[in-house]
T-cell receptor, first 113, second 113 residues
């Protein structure tokens, strides 16, 4: 199993541009999550999904959108990128809810200038 | 919302000594408390977790203790080795079945020879 994969690894965006961060898992996990990690800080939850067709906001959803059309994929969309969105983005998945380990992808380092 | 405080932010120990990292949480309904290790430039990885019905859990050189009454939990690493050098994050669940995690701000552990 590849586990959780993310593309791209790195990206530089200009202010106002848009992009989609891709996330795929091959573990047949129901739950998927998007986090952002700012330098020297912990991870903050952006959006999560408990199954295909179901998404919900986390702690810091403004400026982002998600969709979950399949069990495997959970893309994160940035519209009108702003410098405040410069961060490392991690996708994660887990088999179920509370008490189940979340497996993280390798991350996408995004810079908005 | 849920809040998790983590101390210290940096910790330097000599090889072979013990290291202790402490976290407090605000939501008395939290039931699951994982610890993640993140090496420089890598993804977070689960190293140990504890559920609210257990007071202590040990895995080789790593142990976690939980005091639900005081709403705090701690990570203990004994006989530290250079490969233990990393950033450690505590987390706590909130929001019931979705297993949403709130992370602490991290502790940078440096094990010196």
């Amino acid at each position: 199993n590849a586990g959780v994969t993310q593309t791209p690894k790195f990206r530089i965006l200009k202010i106002g541009q848009s992009m989609t961060l891709q996330c795929t898992q091959d573990m047949n996990h129901n739950y998927m999550y998007w986090y952002r990690q700012d330098p020297g800080m912990g991870l903050k939850l952006i959006y999560y999904s408990v199954g295909a067709g179901i998404t919900d906001k986390g702690e810091v959803p403004n400026g982002y959108n998600v969709s979950r059309s399949t069990t495997e994929d959970f893309p994160l969309r940035l519209e009108l990128a702003a410098p405040s969105q410069t961060s490392v983005y991690f996708c994660a998945s887990s088999y179920a809810g509370e008490g189940y380990e979340q497996y993280f992808g390798p991350g996408t380092r995004l810079t908005v200038t | 919302g849920e809040n998790v405080e983590q101390h210290p932010s940096t910790l330097s120990v000599q090889e072979g000594d013990s290291a202790v990292i402490k976290c407090t949480y605000s939501d008395s309904a939290s039931n699951y408390f994982p610890w993640y290790k993140q090496e420089l430039g890598k993804r977070p990885q689960l190293i140990i977790d504890i559920r609210s019905n257990v007071g202590e859990k040990k895995d080789q050189r790593i142990a976690v203790t939980l005091n639900k009454t005081a709403k705090h939990f701690s990570l203990h690493i004994t006989e530290t080795q250079p490969e233990d050098s990393a950033v450690y994050f505590c987390a706590a669940t909130f929001g019931g079945t979705a297993s949403k995690l709130t992370f602490g701000t991290g502790t940078r552990l440096q094990v010196t020879l």
